[in-house]
């Protein structure tokens, strides 16, 4: 069974900087996409990032190309998000996702989660 642990969430200013991890455990993740999802109260999940385990291709939201990267960590079995800029729009509780032959943006095409960790970006 995968595993996904998220961590590193917590309160920033606006333009402030934030570096989320996810841990991942429970299999070989060479054909699998992580891929980085965010809600904020009363809106639907939103796809972020993803990336491919084995290659490292990425793919971004719009909202956050140039801001936010997110990477992998093979032997440690770890992804990263690296937030940077970061607006008050950001605010929301951030999803580490895994799933094996799918590299696409819809949440329903992932089948593991973690928990979830809260990012807000207030003054």
């Known amino acids: 069974q995968v595993q996904l642990v998220e961590s590193g969430g917590g309160m920033v200013q606006p333009g402030g900087s934030l570096r989320l991890s996810c841990a991942a455990s429970g299999r070989t993740f060479s054909a699998y996409t992580m891929g980085w999802f965010r809600q904020a109260p009363g809106k639907e999940r939103e796809f972020v990032a993803s990336?491919?385990?084995?290659?490292?291709?990425?793919t971004y939201t719009d909202s956050v190309k140039g801001r936010f990267t997110i990477s992998r960590d093979k032997a440690k079995n770890m992804g990263y998000l690296q937030m940077n800029s970061l607006k008050p729009e950001d605010t929301a509780v951030y999803y580490c996702?895994?799933?094996?032959?799918?590299?696409?943006?819809?949440?329903?095409?992932?089948?593991?989660w973690g928990q979830g960790t809260q990012v807000t970006v207030s003054s």
């Open positions: 990336i491919t385990w084995s290659g490292g291709s990425t």
């Open positions: 996702a895994a799933t094996p032959g799918y590299s696409g943006t819809s949440y329903r095409g992932y089948a593991y």
